[in-house]
T-cell receptor
């Protein structure tokens, strides 16, 4: 299947700093990528839909100024957590869809963010 | 809007026993349905998917699921559980509405007893 690479896998940052997470589709082009957040022992909550060349679409309740998404190319989307606080600590997972109405999304391995 | 309900946050079975994880969905359009497995601190791995056609779908590791439109269900089964099946399982729905974003159920933790 298609491969989605997410980097870094783990990051620890100080409160108040910003952290960038990259999501790359390695062997296919993805016009649409999705960003999810997963709290411990909970499900994946969709944060936003990232569209290549246009602004991301955020789900209700997600602060777009705090979670900046950039989808500059067909193979790369980035999520920047700005002015991170301990409550932003979580597991962040991206996914990318292969084009086609019935194609599933392929998921990155996730990024464990810890804000201290 | 689309949604998924997984019945049972925890399921425990003995090794060699039948695995049954329940999933019901809600969708105003023909759904695409998925089962994913997640091991601790890892991403998601697709077990199987239903898009169109045959309603009984076979996936990896001996898992299968049956799409029942009349019951709006997509339950996951495996005839004989292995210790390595212990993980978190997510049922998910996608579709034409909402730009094919994938919506997940709350997840079911499968425990396998020796």
């Amino acid at each position: 299947g298609a491969v989605v690479s997410q980097h870094p896998s783990r990051v620890i940052c100080k409160s108040g700093t910003s952290v960038k997470i990259e999501c790359r589709s390695l062997d296919f082009q993805a016009t649409t990528m999705f960003w999810y957040r997963q709290f411990p022992k909970q499900s994946l909550m969709l944060m936003a839909t990232s569209n290549e060349g246009s602004k991301a679409t955020y789900e209700q309740g997600v602060e777009k100024d705090k979670f900046l998404i950039n989808h500059a190319s067909l193979t790369l989307s980035t999520l920047t957590v700005t002015s991170a606080h301990p409550e932003d600590s979580s597991f962040y997972i991206c996914s990318a869809r292969v084009e086609g109405p019935a194609a599933e999304a392929f998921f990155g391995q996730g990024t464990r963010l810890t804000v201290v | 809007a689309q949604s998924v309900t997984q019945l049972g946050s925890h399921v425990s079975v003995s090794e060699g026993a039948l695995v049954l994880l329940r999933c019901n969905y809600s969708s105003s359009v023909p759904p695409y349905l998925f089962w994913y497995v997640q091991y601790p601190n890892q991403g998601l791995q697709l077990l199987l998917k239903y898009t169109t056609g045959a309603t009984l779908v076979k996936g990896i590791n001996g898992f299968e699921a049956e799409f029942k439109k009349s019951e709006t269900s997509f339950h996951l089964t495996k005839p004989s559980a292995h210790m390595s099946d212990a993980a978190e399982y997510f049922c998910a729905v996608s579709g034409f509405t909402g730009g094919f974003k994938t919506i997940f159920g709350a997840g079911t933790r499968l425990f396998v007893k020796a």
